[in-house]
């Protein structure tokens, strides 16, 4: 689909009855232009002939961010307070980017509303996600803003060492813009948060459209606790050990604590709990089942990305009806294949490669 049509597809969502008179206007187009878009809206099957009628194709919306990642590898052990040999990777990344281009990857439809500078950075996301099919046309691009970048230094076993975010331009997106969002978000299937945004745009998204499911990702400690106070709106929440004490404000050191921290979850109004414990693999649990599922042994190249391949694999999950053992057993999958490749994003991830990895998993 071409950005010309993208944008009418987004006038007809909001306006299904509206004219070519009226879309050629607002276009600043020839309303025979508007007529040749509409019919290669129709033979490519978004439009359903006249009328205006749509596909029905669901799609998952997510509401979070993008930037740029800069990487740091040693060559060998880390030595801190020091300059270290190594080499240094520049990438597309932001959690709920990455989540969207796994997404993508595993085939599933997806609209991403994020905030982005009009900097070089900027027309390198809009650019990059427009090839691989993940849709961008929601987001803010904010001129003369300098597009989030997210420096990381690794140690020699590929995990993170220490970090600095730049991300000042999420702090941009405000109640008054995600309100204009609201057919986006309201015609999805299931809608992804991720902490980077707002609290109060959070806030209003859950509230506002009460009757969609939410998936979160709560990202990091800190940003973890902007959803403190409305952890109960979420559908699905996926957590660290460390960021579900900071929510529930319960210590976690054994199995029983991890069952009281998920009834904790289910009372406040979650339906699905996975809380992810490193090498010990994840727990989950809902009003019905829990459980911990493990992964044999896998070399960590990089593990930045483990948590958003997690994710994706939940809502294609999700998006398929699966039950939440075989969701577990997906994320796991799925995150395994993320840290095996140096990139943020495998580009091997594929539901195939994922069902693949299956047999690797362990049941607890």
Known sequence: ????????????????????????????????????????????????????????????????????????????????????????????????????????????????????????????????????????????????????????????????????????????????????????????????????IPASVIEYVLTAHKTLDFFLDTVSTTKAKRVKDFIGYFHTVKTNKIETEVITGMPINDERDLENAADYLHRAGVKRVFITLGEEGVFYSDNTTRGRVRAKGTKVVNATGAGDAFIAALAYAYMNDLEIEESAKLGIAASIIAISHESTINPSMSIENINLKMEDILSC
């Open 1 to 196: 689909m071409t950005n010309r049509e993208q944008e009418i597809l987004e006038i007809i969502r909001k306006n299904p009855i509206i004219s070519q008179n009226e879309l050629s206007q607002i276009l600043g187009i020839t309303r025979s232009s508007v007529a040749v878009h509409i019919t290669n809206l129709v033979k490519k099957g978004f439009l359903l002939g006249k009328g205006y009628i749509f596909r029905d194709d669901s799609y998952v919306s997510i509401i979070g961010g993008a930037n740029i990642d800069i990487q740091g590898f040693p060559k060998s052990k880390l030595i801190l307070k020091d300059s270290n040999v190594g080499a240094v990777k520049m990438s597309l990344g932001g959690v709920g980017r990455n989540i969207g281009e796994n997404l993508v990857k595993l085939g599933i439809r997806t609209n991403l509303i994020s905030v982005i500078g009009d900097d070089v950075y900027g027309g390198k996301i809009l650019e990059e996600s427009r090839l691989i099919g993940l849709g961008m046309q929601d987001s803010l691009i904010l001129k003369g803003e300098s597009t989030s970048t997210y420096l990381s230094i690794l140690n020699e076993q590929g995990d993170m060492a220490v970090a600095i975010s730049h991300m000042d331009i999420y702090d941009r997106m405000t109640v008054d813009f995600i309100k204009d969002k609201k057919h986006v978000i309201e015609n999805s299937r299931l809608c992804v948060v991720d902490t980077n």
